[in-house]
């Protein structure tokens, strides 16, 4: 399976989780090389009165750090790539300190996470990793000292509740369960609707491909829920909204503008906005029946619906 769609779905989920607490980059460049970091994290100097509850995650992200995230488990290739980042990292750390001829402690330096599904033996062999449950849990491995990194294989984490985040980035039944968990937290978590979001979308993404293999067509099944209960939040929000505005307009009224309401909100919720292209075939859309046209919006790229709304205008 193409890693393109996992990636999108990786750096934006980490970011939507990691930004109430510092600064988040995605896809760094490092300079005259054809590398990206995927994801940068800087701690805020000061800490939020309300951080989010990300339990090992948040504990993972105290310091300055790198994350990867792997769909499949990474090839010595791969991992060598990744130092190779760190290691750059590092090296603007000495320049700054340098500059500002100020003293660096090693345990000061950006720490690299490497996430990934599944960790064969002979991959930790490889890089020298052992097991650092004596200081973080079970499925976190270290490499040498020298180089701050960490592979943490998702499927041997605790499922516990500390580290549900981690685990929501694993594969298969690992993945399926930790679903399941953010689906039974209370309505009002502070986390739950942008996370069915973005596994919504993931869904889309995969699903949007012309051939899907056999992991794909898991895939799809296993982010189903997630994405069905999502689009059933996403409609129930736009009824609301729409209702409300019947109230003041008036029943017969109150019905269209629901329904326009609904669609505006679907759109929004896909497309991340509203533009002057979309909201032109807003009109084109409210002639079809929103059973009819939610699996159409959900599904259809943004080029698909314009076509396709755009022509019977």
Known sequence: MTRQPHDQFAKAYLKELLEPL???????????????????FQPSPEPPCNPPPLGLLAQLASKPCLWEPFRNCPSKREISS????????????YRQAKRDTQPIETQTLPTLW?????????????????SDAKNWCTGIYRFAEIFHTRIIAINQLPEIPETLW???????????????????????????R????????????????????PE????????????????????REGVRQGIQE??????????????????????????????????????????????????ICMQASREELLARFSREN
Request: glycine share 8%.
């Open 22 to 40: 510092g600064t988040v980059e995605i896809s760094r460049e490092i300079p005259g090389e054809t590398l990206h970091i995927d994801l940068f």
């Open 82 to 93: 990744c130092v190779l980042k760190l290691l750059y990292i590092h090296g603007e750390f």
């Open 114 to 130: 490497i996430l990934t599904p599944t960790v064969s033996e002979r991959v930790l062999d490889l890089c020298g990793a052992h």
């Open 166 to 192: 981690l685990r929501l980035l694993g594969k298969g039944g690992t993945q399926k369960r930790a679903i399941q968990q953010v689906l039974d937290l209370p309505e009002n978590d502070p986390q739950r």
């Open 194 to 213: 942008n996370i069915l979001e973005l596994i919504g979308v993931w869904r889309i993404n995969v699903q949007a491909k012309i051939d899907l293999n």
């Open 216 to 235: 794909d067509q898991e895939l799809v099944m296993e982010l189903s829920p997630a994405y069905l209960k999502w689009r059933e939040d996403t409609v």
């Open 246 to 295: 019947g109230v003041r307009q008036g029943i017969q009224e109150g019905v269209q503008q629901a329904k326009r309401v609904t669609i505006e909100t679907l759109l929004r919720t896909r497309f991340g906005s509203l533009d002057e292209e979309l909201g032109g075939m807003i009109d084109s859309m409210m002639e079809r029946s929103l059973e009819e046209f939610i699996p």
